[in-house]
Structure formats: structure tokens, C-alpha cells
């Protein structure tokens, strides 16, 4: 009983996290229009992946793509 408490704290943590991070992937995008912004606020969200994957919510490789996906959009938008 204690483990699925536990279990469920936990859960409850780490889809929080994964929301965060999905939150802000979005904002970043809403940032098109504006690259020096953008460039700012994907130095947060690369370090959000970053703790994420310390933390064990999320498989590095995922994170790794992710963040790869982060700085081909920074490199698209600086080019505009």
C-alpha cells in the first residue's frame, strides 16, 4: 500500500514535469517573431530536458532530440 502511494506521488510529480517542459516548447514557438528572445528562452527550456533527464522523468535520447529540435528552430528563425 505504501509503495503505491508513493507510486502515485511520484507520478503525479513527473507528469507535471513533462507538462512543463511540453508548456514551455510552445511558448518557445509562439516566439518566432522574435529570434533574441527566442534564443534566451531556449537556454531555459534545453536546461529544463537537462534536469529532466537527472532526474529520471525523461530517457536522454529523447531529451537529446529534443533539444536538437530546439536549436534547428533557432537556427530557422535567426535566418528571417
Aim: glycine share 4%; no cysteine; aromatic share 4%.
Amino acid at each position: 500500500m505504501k509503495r503505491m502511494r508513493s507510486d502515485a506521488k511520484k507520478r503525479a510529480v513527473n507528469q507535471a514535469a513533462l507538462s512543463q517542459l511540453k508548456t514551455l516548447s510552445q511558448q518557445l514557438g509562439e516566439l518566432e517573431s522574435d529570434p533574441k528572445k527566442a534564443k534566451d528562452f531556449a537556454r531555459r527550456v534545453i536546461s529544463r530536458y537537462d534536469k529532466a533527464v537527472s532526474r529520471g522523468i525523461i530517457p536522454k535520447g529523447r531529451a537529446d532530440r529534443k533539444k536538437t529540435r530546439v536549436e534547428k528552430f533557432l537556427v530557422k528563425i535567426s535566418k528571417q
